[in-house]
């Protein structure tokens, strides 16, 4: 009991997930997990941040796209957002949810966040939500955020931080997924184990060029790095 003690209250290490969500059947869970309290308070901080005349925003791992197409709900039609995603059953939903809600505005991009299709100093606003945990080496996706975005364009970065332990996941798990089904279970876990923790975001922000982006955690298990129009 002692050895399961120490064990459950050692420093987790990241673990990797698949950084491509390739499967049909992942794809229809996780469209059926209920993310929207979380989607809704990022879609509504991003049109907070754009309203000083942001007209270009690059949604990066944007997934089902319900978040860029909140964001497009809460914008002026004007307002071009791009949503890219690495993984094409993630896309494929993403355009079936484009349709449903006819929103024209949004273009739907298959792209790797890791080697961006956008200019260098091209983009007036990037955000990201829960993408960060999918990549190896999140310094690839903040590099590529660095380099696209216009000096002091807005920057809206959100995602899970990893538990100090596997006993305080195991509690986490416990209490946001108990009525979800087993495959969702182990996605939400799979995820908190591959996140970061917060010192390992402000660190990668630094070393990609990002010192002014500041970073807090905002609820039990997620952390966001903003920057305003400056």
Request: aromatic fraction near 4%; proline fraction near 5%; hydrophobic fraction near 40%.
């Given at each position: 009991?002692?050895?399961?003690?120490?064990?459950?209250?050692?420093?987790?290490?990241?673990?990797?997930?698949?950084?491509?969500?390739?499967?049909?059947?992942?794809?229809?869970?996780?469209?059926?997990?209920?993310?929207?309290?979380?989607?809704?308070?990022?879609?509504?901080?991003?049109?907070?941040?754009?309203?000083?005349?942001?007209?270009?925003?690059?949604?990066?791992?944007?997934?089902?796209?319900?978040?860029?197409?909140?964001?497009?709900?809460?914008?002026?039609?004007?307002?071009?957002?791009?949503?890219?995603?690495?993984?094409?059953?993630m896309l494929a939903v993403a355009a079936r949810?484009?349709?449903?809600?006819?929103?024209?505005?949004?273009?739907?991009?298959?792209?790797?966040?890791?080697?961006?299709?956008?200019?260098?100093?091209?983009?007036?606003?990037?955000?990201?939500?829960?993408?960060?945990?999918?990549?190896?080496?999140?310094?690839?996706?903040?590099?590529?955020?660095?380099?696209?975005?216009?000096?002091?364009?807005?920057?809206?970065?959100?995602?899970?931080?990893?538990?100090?332990?596997?006993?305080?996941?195991?509690?986490?798990?416990?209490?946001?997924?108990?009525?979800?089904?087993?495959?969702?279970?182990?996605l939400f876990e799979d995820?908190?184990?591959?996140?970061?923790?917060?010192?390992?975001?402000?660190?990668?922000?630094?070393?990609?060029?990002?010192?002014?982006?500041?970073?807090?955690?905002?609820?039990?298990?997620?952390?966001?790095?903003?920057?305003?129009?400056?």
């Open positions: 009991m002692n050895g399961n003690y120490k064990c459950n209250n050692m420093p987790l290490p990241r673990v990797l997930e698949p950084e491509v969500m390739s499967g049909a059947d992942e794809a229809a869970e996780y469209e059926e997990m209920d993310f929207s309290a979380t989607d809704r308070l990022f879609s509504e901080r991003a049109a907070e941040l754009a309203a000083r005349g942001v007209q270009h925003i690059v949604d990066i791992g944007s997934g089902n796209a319900k978040i860029p197409l909140t964001m497009c709900s809460l914008l002026s039609p004007a307002v071009r957002v791009c949503a890219v995603d690495m993984s094409a059953e949810n484009r349709v449903r809600q006819g929103a024209m505005q949004l273009r739907l991009i298959a792209g790797d966040a890791k080697r961006l299709p956008f200019a260098d100093a091209s983009v007036s606003m990037v955000t990201s939500n829960s993408l960060i945990h999918h990549i190896p080496d999140p310094r690839d996706v903040f590099r590529e955020i660095a380099r696209i975005t216009r000096p002091g364009a807005p920057i809206l970065i959100r995602d899970l931080f990893r538990p100090d332990n596997q006993a305080a996941l195991d509690q986490l798990v416990r209490e946001m997924a108990s009525q979800w089904s087993p495959l969702q279970r182990k995820s908190l184990h591959a996140a970061l923790t917060l010192a390992e975001v402000r660190q990668m922000l630094d070393e990609c060029g990002l010192a002014d982006v500041r970073v807090a955690q905002i609820t039990n298990r997620h952390w966001s790095a903003e920057r305003g129009l400056q």
